[in-house]
């Protein structure tokens, strides 16, 4: 892996706390429609796409294609009247000094979210201009756990994926980062997030740019020693 020149953050549970919001949304969704669906059944949408939310929702009940349409627009509609009174204030703990020391280090910052709302959260959370580069929810065909959002915004930052270290709360988020070949730094609990390089049980503010630098660099140094066949 390449020298770290480059952080690439998740939007829904890693910047903003957006993801009880598309909860409720899918949550209203399905009481109309008379589907069951728990928080639990929603662990299983945590990063993915809204097509494939919508597959896992109906949990292999098929619905014609009209159908599917209206509903992921009735959903995005609900969706958006929660999200329209998201203000700076609701950027997560340690998230602003988190961006500010990464930048100070002289870092890139780029975005990589599945979600197709990602501008129009940003620039309510006063962050469209803080980053680099911006993947969403249109820049590439396949979403998460695919890892070819994180391989696209790397791409946009002209530096490889082994250079950048992706912030991801989501499982789907953690497979794509690892399969892209960037470090991943997990966010939330071990059976979400525990194959990243190094995990954040709470978020940004359970640590520091320099003290998650020497984290990944040990993990690095592990990795090497494991493969090393000599071991
Ligand atoms: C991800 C969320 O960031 O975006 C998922 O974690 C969501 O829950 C996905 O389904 C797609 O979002 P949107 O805004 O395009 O429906
Ligand atoms: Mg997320």
Redesign the pocket.
């Known amino acids: 892996m390449a020298e770290i020149a480059a952080f690439i953050f998740?939007?829904?549970?890693v910047i903003t706390d957006t993801?009880v919001y598309?909860y409720r949304a899918w949550k209203r969704l399905a009481d109309e429609e008379g589907i069951p669906f728990t928080r639990e059944d929603n662990e299983a949408?945590?990063?993915?796409?809204?097509r494939e939310?919508l597959n896992r929702l109906l949990k292999g009940r098929e619905i014609p294609e009209a159908d599917a349409e209206a509903w992921m627009a009735r959903k995005?509609a609900y969706?958006r009247a929660l999200i329209r009174e998201i203000t700076p204030a609701d950027i997560l703990p340690g998230a602003l000094a988190f961006l500010d020391q990464a930048r100070a280090r002289g870092l890139a910052l780029a975005i990589g979210?599945?979600?197709?709302?990602t501008k129009d959260v940003l620039r309510s959370l006063g962050l469209l201009d803080a980053f680099d580069a911006i993947g969403d929810?249109d820049s590439v065909a396949r979403t998460k756990p695919a890892p070819d959002l994180f391989v696209w915004v790397a791409g946009r930052l002209d530096l490889p994926p082994g250079a950048c270290v992706v912030f991801e709360d989501?499982e789907a988020g953690v497979e794509a980062a690892l399969t892209a070949g960037a470090y991943c730094v997990g966010i939330g609990p071990a059976e979400r997030v525990g194959r990243a390089h190094v995990r954040l049980p709470t978020g940004l503010s359970d640590t520091t740019v320099d003290a998650l630098l020497d984290q990944l660099a040990s993990a690095r140094r592990q990795h090497l020693e494991i493969s090393d066949p000599r071991n």
């Open positions: 998740d939007l829904d549970g993801a598309h949408l945590r990063g993915v796409s809204r939310s995005n969706y979210s599945a979600s197709r709302n929810g989501a």
